[in-house]
């Protein structure tokens, strides 16, 4: 009995210093949440706002000879954006799964754990940069007009809400054609294609910028989520084994007394 009771203290302080972990994680989580979020949308509107340029111009009779709609190369190149860290819930695995459905996609990994996964060298999604957006960007356009792949996809987390995160896979290039709006058509100098072929780096380092902002901000979201339910469990097992550990010293004073009525009889 006594062991019972020495074992079932060791438990309830080996849960307790858990749960003390998962509430420090959870209160860092939600505070990095506010400023992930407003930088996500940020990145939301200017996304959109180079989207509403490339969009005009992918409709122009003029874009369809561009390279950026014509590849030259075949196969795929991915760029996987994941976390730095764990214990964010299905976060990471969810991405993983996802990309595990583009077969013979070459990779670009972001984030600690995808370059974990993909044995790539190590680049950080916390903090990546503009300038880092702007780096790759360029070099996967190079890559592209120069026939070195067909179409880049890039895998990131969409933000739903605080309770819900999706893997997503956004295909960048090639561009696709779209229909005229029945607005007027805008008048480009020196002519639509040659503005599309020098705004489309810049598109795609925004969209990736986004696509990372927007993965930081899921990661953070759910791992708050994941804290804390793990919170929650530890306490509800902390409580179970300390109603445990108060029956097993009800009964070993019951004994106690019992052998002491018992002794003093003889």
């Known amino acids: 009995m006594a062991t019972d009771i020495k074992s079932l203290k060791i438990r309830i302080r080996s849960v307790d210093s858990t749960l003390h972990l998962t509430r420090a994680m959870g209160l860092v989580a939600a505070s990095k949440i506010r400023r992930a979020t407003r930088n996500m949308n940020t990145s939301r509107e200017y996304v959109g706002a180079l989207d509403e340029l490339v969009s005009v111009l992918r409709a122009s009779p003029e874009c369809e000879r561009t390279p950026y709609m014509s590849p030259s190369g075949e196969g795929t190149r991915l760029i996987v954006i994941a976390g730095d860290r764990g214990l964010a819930g299905g976060y990471n695995a969810n991405v ?21 996964r993909f044995e790539k060298p190590v680049v950080s999604s916390e903090k990546f940069s ?7 960007a360029d070099e996967q356009c190079r890559d592209f007009l120069e026939g070195k792949f067909g179409r880049l996809g890039i895998l990131y987390t969409r933000y739903k809400s605080m309770m819900s995160q999706e893997a997503t896979l956004l295909w960048v290039l090639p561009l696709e054609k779209t229909e005229k709006t029945g607005k007027a058509d805008p008048l480009f100098e020196p002519d639509e294609q040659t503005v599309l072929n020098a705004a489309v780096p810049t598109f795609v ?7 990372v902002r927007e993965s930081y901000a899921s990661e953070v979201a759910a791992r708050r ?8 469990n530890a306490q509800e097992m902390i409580d179970r084994l300390q109603l445990q ?11 106690e007394i019992t052998e002491i009525v018992a002794g003093s009889g003889l």
């Not at 503009?130 to 790759?136: C, F, P, Q, S």
């Not at 380092?205 to 696509?211: E, N, P, Q, R, Y």
């Open 205 to 211: 380092s925004g969209v990736l910028h986004a696509c």
């Open 245 to 255: 550990y108060n029956r097993a010293r009800q009964n070993s004073i019951t004994q």
């Open 130 to 136: 503009g300038l880092d957006a702007k780096r790759i």
């Open 225 to 232: 989520m994941a804290m804390d339910s793990a919170s929650k």
């Open 96 to 116: 993983f799964r996802l990309a595990a459905t583009v077969p013979e996609a070459e990779v670009i990994a972001l984030g600690k754990r995808a370059c974990d």
